[in-house]
């Protein structure tokens, strides 16, 4: 039946080739909108990794849920051991120590609400990597004194590097304290909620700020993001969950799941129309193609062949088909990703972001069997209603098809 099959998908080349056609645009649109949404849930995760939350923090227990209004009483007082177990983990490429803060701003005519960060310039300079400086420089490890400001912080109160500006706010102890800094950089991360009250400043000057010696948070950063679960599972037993936390940047940004989960709705749409659309496209085919053949399949019947047998060979002229142009679509979705994504995408910023990116397309094994299996579906589940209504059809009916 297979070879029977076979000669009579090619017998009729130009509308095998109509059906081939509606197949492998299927196939390579799903691939490559697949792809473009899985190299944004990359690159969203990557911008959100590298410019505020890196791949895991340890903290004290309850610091996530409870801290951000008094991050003082979430202290790490001897973050060194600590440092140097999460050092032990293979998988970690470095550990890096913060402290939160909020208070206010002041340029000495008007004051402002932030949120800020005592950070180790050194090791986030490495880290990063997705803060973009738009004026000025990053922190350097000698500044004693300096301050980095998100571009709504610097634009909302009128600061350029160089400008002072004074940071007042509660010590651990709930005395007032307030200190004085030399902008030296205004920044652009991803996000402008973040950009309008974020401030950072070097660890030590931070721990003078808050009179404390401990940290909120030790930032581990890793060799490769996909190894983050294991070590969040790997840390978990090993630390002492009554004492510490350990978040990964997924549960650190509820707005990440929400975004994948959103896109993941749409792209579903997306593939259910094109499903629908080969599906149409396909069905056209096989009827006319069918039903121009109900003389052969009656001659057939006639011949002895039972009902069933010609609900499969129609059946299996589709499958071959949907194989054909599944295994077609693919090859020219992955080339076609390889050649778009050399030449990239300048895409703008998505809503409440500061930067534009570059888009790829991004393929992966899940992308392309799914393509490749809808591709197929699609094509065999076309051939159904059309099989089954030919091999009902009565064999003196069928064979009068001839004259």
């Known amino acids: 039946m297979l070879k029977l099959a ?6 009729h080349k130009l509308r095998t080739a109509m059906t081939l056609v509606a197949i492998v645009f299927g196939v390579v649109g799903l691939i490559l909108s697949g792809g473009f949404v899985q190299d944004m849930f990359h690159q969203l995760g990557e911008s959100i990794i590298h410019s505020q939350s890196g791949h895991l923090q340890v903290s004290r227990a309850g610091f996530q849920a409870h801290g951000t209004r008094s991050p003082e009483k979430f202290l790490i007082d001897q973050p060194a051991a600590l440092r140097q177990q999460l050092l032990a983990q293979p998988q970690v490429d470095d ?3 913060r402290i939160n803060f909020s208070g206010l701003i002041s340029n000495g005519r008007s004051d402002w609400p932030i949120v800020g960060e005592g950070v180790e310039p050194d090791k986030e300079a490495r880290l990063g990597t997705h803060i973009h400086i738009v004026e000025g420089r990053r922190l350097a490890q000698g500044d004693s004194f300096g301050v980095i400001l998100g571009d709504g912080v610097a ?3 009128k600061l350029h590097p160089g400008d002072r500006i004074t940071l007042l706010i509660n010590t651990a102890e709930g005395a007032l304290n307030s200190l004085e800094f030399e902008v030296v950089g205004i920044f652009q991360s991803f996000s402008k909620d973040y950009d ?3 401030v950072r400043i070097p660890l030590g000057a ?4 808050l009179g404390t010696q ?4 030790l930032v581990v950063s890793l060799k490769r993001t996909e190894d983050t ?10 630390l002492d969950g009554k004492q510490f936390e350990v978040m990964t940047w997924e549960v650190l940004n509820d707005f990440y799941k929400s975004t994948v989960a959103l896109y993941e709705r749409q792209f579903g749409v997306l593939q259910f129309i094109i499903l629908v659309l080969v599906l149409l496209s396909v069905a056209n085919s096989v009827n006319m193609s069918v039903f121009e053949r109900v003389g052969e399949f009656g001659t057939m019947m006639a011949l002895g062949n039972r009902r069933h047998v010609v609900f499969r060979l129609v059946l299996a002229e589709n499958a071959l088909l949907g194989l054909c142009g599944a295994g077609l679509g693919a090859a020219l979705g992955v080339i076609l990703a390889l050649v778009i994504s050399a030449v990239g995408i300048p895409m703008p910023p998505p809503p409440n ?5 570059t888009a790829h397309i991004l393929v992966v094994p899940p992308t392309l069997l799914l393509a490749f299996g809808i591709g197929v579906c699609a094509t065999f589940l076309a051939a159904l209603i059309p099989a089954w209504r030919v091999s009902r059809i009565p064999v003196v009916n069928a064979l009068m098809q001839n004259y």
Not at 206 to 209: I, K
Not at 229 to 238: K, M, S, Y
Not at 353 to 357: E, T
Request: overall charge positive; hydrophobic content about 45%; aromatic content about 6%.
């Open 155 to 157: 634009h909302t109160l």
């Open 196 to 198: 309008a009250r974020a």
């Open 229 to 238: 679960g294991l070590v969040a599972e790997v840390l978990g037993r090993q």
């Open 206 to 209: 931070a721990q003078e700020l």
């Open 6 to 11: 076979l000669r009579n998908v090619f017998r």
């Open 95 to 97: 550990v890096m120590g």
């Open 214 to 217: 401990g940290v909120n948070s």
């Open 353 to 357: 972001a500061n930067l534009g990116y």
